[in-house]
Each structure stands twice: as C-alpha cells, then as structure tokens.
C-alpha cells in the first residue's frame, strides 16, 4: 500500500460523522473533530512510518481493527445485538447485550483480517469501498439534529393571553403509581403526601383509580379516544392497531397518535412530549416540544454530573456503536457522566420542563396545554433530596421489590415536591381560579408481578376545576372512565 492510498484509508475510516450531526456549538465541534480524528490520524500516520511491510500480521491486524471500528460508527452495530443468539444463555439483559458487542466486534476483526491476508490490496480496496459508502449514508440520513428539530420541536408564535379564557392543563406522570397502590401499603408517609398536596391545591382525588391496561401505548389512546368500558378490551386493542396509533419509522419516536377524539375539543394545543408517543401530528396543536437530546441549553438540577460532557458521550452513544457504548457505560461506572436519553434526562430536566410548561400555561392564548412526562417512570434518578443521582439508575436488575418500591416512592415524593413549587408560581397569576387540570399515570409502577392489579394497574388521578371542591373519593374506576366523565361531553350519552 503506497503512502497516498494509505493516507486515503486514514481520512474515511477516522472520520467521526455523527459528530456534525449532533447540533454541537462551534467549540465542540473543534474540540470533538481534534480528539476523535486528528489525533487519530496522526497516529495513523506514525504506524506507516514504522512498518516492516504490508504484508506483516500486525499490520492487517491494525487494519481490520479500524475497518471494524468505522463500520461499527457508521452502520449503529450494537442496535443489533439483541438479534445475536444468547448462546451463553445470560438471564441479566445488559450483560447479554456487551458480552454480544463484544463477541461481534472480534468476530468482524477476524473476518476483515483473514480477508485483507488472503486477497491482499485488492481486499483492501473493496472494503473501503464498502466503508466509504456506510460514512456518507451515515452523513446524510435522519439521525440528526436538524431533521428532529424541525419535526419534533415545532415552535410557533405564543400569543400573549389578554382575553383571560378559561385554560384546560393536562399532565401525564408516567408510571406514578396510585394513592392505595401496594407501593403506597409499603410507606404511608407517600402516600398522606400525594393526598395532602390534592388537598392543598383544591383537587378531587380518586384513591382507587386504576388504569385499563399497563401499557402507556394501548393506556394513553383509549383514555382519550374515550374508550372506558372493560368489556370491550379486545375491540379497543384492535382499534388501538388499526385506528389510534401507528409505529414510527424515525429513531426517536416510537409511536404516533392517529385518532385523538379529546384533542379534537380544542382549538390551539401546546405540546409537551416524550419520545414513547408523538401526539404533535394533530391538526389543531400550535407548538410541540418533545424532550431534545440535542439541545445545549437545560437547566439540570442540582446533582447531575457534568452535563456538556454527559451530551456528548450521550449523543455518541446513541448513534449506536459498540465502541461508544462502551465507552458511555465506562464512564457512567465511575461518575464521570449521567445518560441524558430518554427516560433518564427528563428527570435530569424536570424541573426546567415544568418551568415551560408553566411559561406556556401563562402566557399562551392556547386553550389546552399538555405535557406527557417520563417521570416518575423507570430507570430511578432521585435521591432523598431530590437531587439527581445517576447511580441509582443503574443496577436494576439487582434491587428486591423493597428497594424499588422504596426507591419508586421516593421519586413519587419529588415529583411531588416539584409540582408544588410549579403551583405556587401558577396560584400567584389571574390564571389558577378558571384553570381546569388532570394529573393523571397512564398505568402503575410495574414493580410487583406478585401483586399484579395494585402495582401494575393501580393510578394517579384527580382534577381541579372552578365548580368542584377538594374531596379525596374512594370509587373503584378506571382513569379511561374518570376522563371520560370530565371531559367528554357525550359521556354516557
């Protein structure tokens, strides 16, 4: 291999495409492309300077290792893994994901290496070739900042509100486990917490709401297409995958809303988002703003370790390489970096979120603002402070039911804690009195298989509005129905 071709090599295979499609400022930019492809090239360089021959051993294994290092950054490798047979059979799922990373990244060494060392440059050319073309699809497909930016944080003017309307404020606290869940048996102290905070700010509460199903994406579309009766679940599922939602074909979003009958009440809708379920395809929603991996500029609160730093590994890791992953979960051992993805950086933002959210209910002429939020879902962040902890997102799969339901009550608590001081903004403004909120869980926190119903099904629901005062009831009824009879006008008709 001459030095020209040799030079060639470098330049493709170091190139760290994702980093020019991560939405990073300038410094970054220069910083990140210093790191991750000068000085690799320079060491490039260095290894041509000292090599015996073309043909040596250790030379083809260089080769096959940066051959394997750029398919792996260009085509996402460990998106794959849970496709490689668990042979070893390991139970513990992360575990069985590295340990398959790893097996396919010395598998692929091997293979390039017995290819270059048997077909020599002519190997070594189709190869490029063949890597050449991963790093421009890889460029120039949609796993970018600026495609999510313009899709899925959709801003459009906010009108001052002058005319004083009567605003509709609907929060979805995924996976809150209900007042008389079996995580609330287990602690008490929560539980008088949740009813004392409905209490203090003029909520009916249902103590024993539960939720049709357990999952957010069959959960969420009857809840506000209005379907509420039991007896129909079956038909509801159908409707579910023919009608209400549809799978999402972009990385970030896993499922669209198609059939939205309470949305279709109101006239202009703020959007607040995860990346679980879009509902900002509605043809009356005004703004949507969906959790944004890429944005600079969050507020995290207090215990979040180094946030920039945590972006950008974060951002690495989930254009899906082994090697970043690795490098990701490295760091996240030792503390260096949290995960800011989804559901882990909402929490680290959820403070910040509802600081939007509040801005928007305020200032806004939108009649209905809605705000579906991965909190207090799984993995857990918070601490007994409420400040952000990354390690307890971590090791799941070794906590006992007490530790999680410990844990999950805990974070119930924050959530708690942060809805007050959001309140206590909002109670100040012209706003309150008129205000009609639902906080509601899609489902229960999913911690106890033993206890099924109380931990999988049980929910959060209550409401405030203008006529109704504080009252905590004790109907047995699902939150599909409760929604129903507040919002729907032809309930039960």
């Not at 460029?139 to 002058?162: G, P, S």
């Not at 003029?202 to 049709?212: C, G, P």
């Not at 990385?251 to 959007?271: G, P, R, S, T």
Request: glycine share 4%; charged share 20%.
């Amino acid at each position: 291999m001459d030095k020209i071709s040799y030079f060639f090599l470098g330049t493709i295979l170091y190139l760290p495409a994702w980093i020019f499609k991560s939405g990073f400022s300038i410094f970054e930019l220069v910083v990140l492309f210093c790191i991750l492809y000068v000085i690799p090239l320079i060491f490039h360089f260095i290894i041509f300077k000292y090599k015996k021959n073309n043909d040596s051993k250790l030379f083809i294994l260089y080769l096959s290792i940066i051959f394997t290092y750029s398919l792996d950054q260009n085509y996402g490798m460990m998106s794959y893994m849970d496709r490689v047979p668990n042979f070893l059979n390991i139970k513990i799922y992360p575990i069985y994901i590295y340990t398959s990373g790893i097996i396919t990244v010395l598998t692929i060494i091997s293979i390039i290496f017995i290819y270059i060392y048997k077909t020599k440059s002519n190997g070594t050319k189709i190869l490029l070739a063949f890597t050449f073309a991963a790093l421009i699809i890889n460029l120039f497909d949609n796993r970018n900042a600026n495609v999510f930016e313009k899709n899925y944080n959709i801003t459009n003017e906010i009108k001052v509100n002058l005319n004083n309307k009567p605003k509709t404020l609907i929060l979805i606290l995924d996976e809150m486990s209900g007042i008389n869940s079996f995580e609330s048996d287990q602690n008490l102290g929560t539980k008088n917490k949740i009813e004392e905070f409905f209490k203090k700010y003029n909520f009916v509460y249902y103590k024993n709401a539960f939720s049709l199903s357990s999952s957010s994406r069959f959960s969420i579309p009857m809840l506000f297409n209005f379907a509420h009766d039991d007896k129909k679940i079956k038909y509801y599922e159908k409707l579910n995958f023919t009608e209400w939602i549809e799978g999402s074909k972009y990385w970030l979003v896993e499922a669209h809303m198609k059939q939205n009958n309470f949305f279709d009440l109101y006239n202009k809708i703020e959007i607040f988002q995860s990346m679980h379920l879009n509902f900002c395809t509605h043809k009356n929603v005004n703004s949507c703003f969906q959790y944004n991996p890429f944005k600079r500029d969050y507020k995290y609160i207090s215990g979040s370790n180094n946030p920039n730093f945590s972006r950008i590994i974060s951002l690495w890791k989930i254009q899906g390489s082994i090697f970043s992953n690795f490098i990701w979960r490295t760091l996240r051992e030792f503390s260096f970096i949290d995960n800011i993805l989804e559901p882990y950086g909402q929490k680290m933002i959820f403070e910040d979120l509802l600081d939007k959210v509040n801005y928007t209910l305020i200032n806004s002429d939108s009649d209905l603002i809605f705000a579906h939020i991965l909190v207090p879902h799984k993995p857990y962040g918070y601490n007994e402070n409420c400040e952000y902890d990354g390690k307890r997102s971590m090791r799941y799969y070794k906590m006992s039911i007490l530790n999680k339901v410990t844990q999950h009550n805990i974070e119930r608590e924050c959530v708690i804690k942060f809805l007050d001081k959001m309140f206590e903004k909002i109670i100040l403004t012209d706003s309150w009195q008129d205000l009609n909120i639902a906080i509601f869980s899609d489902h229960g926190a999913r911690v106890s298989k033993e206890n099924f119903n109380e931990s999988y099904f049980s929910s959060i629901f209550a409401v405030k509005s203008k006529n109704l005062k504080s009252f905590g009831r004790n109907d047995i009824s699902s939150i599909q129905y409760l929604f129903s009879k507040y919002f729907n006008p032809k309930h039960n008709k």
